[in-house]
């Protein structure tokens, strides 16, 4: 695999959506674009909510992708513009600090992180002048990493337009950082892939360090997408921060039962590791160290030996100071049965066992099923749409992405595709006149696509 994402000389008027955004680009600042960035959006296959505390994922990137064109301006401004008009054009200067506003997450903020981690990589200052003009073809808030690839395609694009280089290892890892700015404490599978993506193969992301191995899907069964159309910001709510925090805690938790530094451990899959035990013997104990009903902050703060001040500032993140009660045993459990889940999912594609669609589909349905009750990241309209795709011939179907709304992916035997889309339409979109209006774009076959890359006019 090539190490930094690809220059591909492209053919503008052979793809309809490439010229259109060229015609946007001429209309708007008056000359023609000097490159083209796209970062595709993923679909996570099978480890939800893992990334963040250490252990691996297996995801996907989908054809949908952030497309941006670009060229460079002597105005000393980064000019920005969408295709979409529900977003609003944006005009910040080079030589002024960015500032990113997480109490409100604007489009434009989301690609100013990617700007901000590229610009604090290579301490440029200033940064050159820049006219954008993005196009999106990932649905927003819908679990399919539609922020974090524009994240990913504004740092590629300041990479270019201010002449470095970089390898798409340290991108994912500068774009994951500088997501943060918006409030969002990921774990890093969204850029990670968006960035290592090869067409053809799932990976398995691994951290620390970060690396990917293909995972070849079987023969005989497609992924498909399906939206449940209930939208879910992760940056405009807590939700995900607060699950981020509950493990950060559950981590301080266990390691101090078992006598370790609680105070350098803030990952459950660092607690596995000092200890080196296996995933089994990590649910086990779990089981025998934290009670299944909620902590409260005094019984946390008395166990830890804290006071309430540090349970603030060192547990807590800015959006999660209200939280009173934290469901310690049933987040851990997740987190480390679906870490097993991953490699069993692994495990069964590089066996290319008679039965490995129906076991992929049984690891699916365990995933979803601990999301909903232990997580519960899961919401009525997901649960019902699951439902619904495993009655029209789904193997497994479970939510994607950080959930509370957004997309469930289905496992499909390919003999049953049609008949399937026809069974989920009917079931789930059709009744609703909303859902039937977004019902194009809300449900489909999805294949594993490339990863973001460059492309020059021919």
């Known amino acids: 695999m090539a190490t930094n994402p690809p220059k591909l000389k492209t053919a503008i008027t052979a793809n309809e959506r490439l010229q259109n955004l060229k015609n946007t680009f001429e209309t708007k600042y008056g000359k023609s674009p000097l490159f083209y960035a796209c970062a595709p959006g993923r679909v996570n296959l099978i480890g939800e909510h893992i990334d963040y505390c250490g252990y691996s994922v297996l995801p996907m990137a989908i054809e949908q992708n952030i497309l941006a064109a670009v060229s460079v301006n002597n105005s000393g401004t980064i000019q920005l513009a969408n295709t979409n008009p529900q977003y609003s054009d944006f005009t910040v200067s080079c030589s002024e600090d960015i500032t990113i506003d997480r109490d409100n997450p604007k489009w434009h903020y989301y690609f100013l992180c990617g700007v901000k981690g590229i610009q604090e990589k290579f301490g440029i200052v200033p940064l050159s002048g820049m006219s954008c003009v993005v196009d ?70 691994e951290f620390q360090p970060l690396r990917a191995t293909d995972v070849k899907l079987p023969d005989g069964a497609v992924f498909v997408i399906s939206n ?10 807590s939700h995900f921060n607060i699950r981020v925090v509950e493990c950060r805690i559950a981590t301080k938790m266990l390691a101090q039962a078992r006598g370790l ?62 939280v009173t009660h934290f469901k310690l045993h049933q987040r851990a459990k997740h987190v480390y049965g679906e ?31 601990s999301c909903r009750d232990l997580y519960e990241c899961s919401c009525p309209e997901l649960d019902q749409l699951v439902d619904i795709c495993l009655k029209s011939g789904a193997v497994g179907s479970r939510l994607t992405g950080a959930g509370w709304g957004g997309c469930a992916v289905s496992m499909v035997p390919c003999e049953k595709v049609e008949s399937f889309l ?35 006019e021919e």
């Open 228 to 237: 449940c159309c209930m939208e879910m910001n992760k940056a405009a709510s």
């Open 136 to 205: 999106g073809t990932i649905p927003p808030s819908s679990g399919l990493s539609s922020s974090s690839a524009l994240v990913c395609c504004a740092g590629l694009v300041t990479m270019e337009v201010n002449q470095k280089s970089l390898s798409k290892v340290a991108l994912a890892e500068i774009c994951a950082k500088c997501e943060r700015y918006i409030g969002t404490e990921g774990g890093g599978m969204d850029q990670s892939i968006s960035f290592l993506a090869e067409r053809g193969t799932a990976k398995l992301i």
């Open 339 to 369: 870490a097993a889940r991953v490699l069993q999912f692994k495990s069964v594609c590089d066996s290319v066992a008679a039965e490995s669609i129906q076991l992929l589909g049984d690891l699916m349905n365990q995933s979803h099923a």
């Open 422 to 456: 026809q069974a989920v339409r009917e079931a789930y979109y059709l009744p609703d006149s909303r859902r039937a209006a977004m019902e194009k774009q809300s449900l489909f076959v999805s294949k594993p696509g490339g990863g973001a890359a460059i492309f020059l």
């Open 261 to 322: 530094d609680s105070g350098r451990l803030l990952k459950l899959a660092q607690v596995q590791t000092e200890l080196k035990a296996s995933l089994e013997e990590m649910l086990a104990l779990v089981d025998e160290v934290l009670h299944p009903e909620p902590y409260s902050r005094e019984e946390i703060c008395k166990a830890l030996g804290i006071t309430s001040e540090q349970f603030s500032t060192e547990l807590l993140s800015a959006n999660t100071q209200h």
